[in-house]
């Protein structure tokens, strides 16, 4: 089953059930679904909706940054419970060490060097662990291992 079917069975479940955050949340990302593939005039694959939904966790997390800057602990928790729906459907994270060894491998096979092959790197690293790891988290841990 796609990712695409699941989240849409798993909105038919949430409307049957009656839990309107779930639905509330999955009726947002089928939204933002359906804008990338009016942008991209093609049906998006499971790559594609992954990163549609690593941008929609990455708003919540941010928008809980900024509630709790702002004492407003309701909307953050709120938006962590958002979150929590997201990331269900999201594939299991890599941890750090898990990380710092594919990168290893990464840099081991394309012979980099220095700093001037951060690009490089960089972009096969995103292509591997695309939706599995955080862009902010894979670029310093290429950084160090690059400089140092």
């Not at 049906?43 to 939904?53: H, M, N, P, S």
């Amino acid at each position: 089953m796609s990712l695409y079917e699941t989240l849409d069975s798993a909105f038919k479940e949430s409307l049957k059930s009656r839990d309107a955050l779930r639905v509330s949340v999955l009726r947002l990302v089928r939204a933002a679904l359906k804008n990338k593939e009016v942008e991209l005039i093609r049906k998006l694959d499971d790559d594609e909706i992954l990163r549609v939904l690593s941008s929609q966790v990455k708003q919540r997390k941010e928008a809980i940054d900024q509630f709790r800057q702002g004492n407003r602990s309701d909307l953050a928790d709120k938006e962590e419970q958002e979150l929590a729906i997201l990331e269900s459907f999201m594939p299991k994270a890599l941890d750090r060490q898990e990380l710092q060894n594919g990168i290893d491998a990464i840099i081991a096979e394309m012979g980099a060097s220095g700093m001037k092959d951060m690009g490089k790197v960089m972009k096969e690293a995103m292509r591997r662990f695309a939706g599995r790891a955080d862009g902010k988290e894979v670029s310093e841990m290429v950084k160090k291992q690059l400089a140092g």
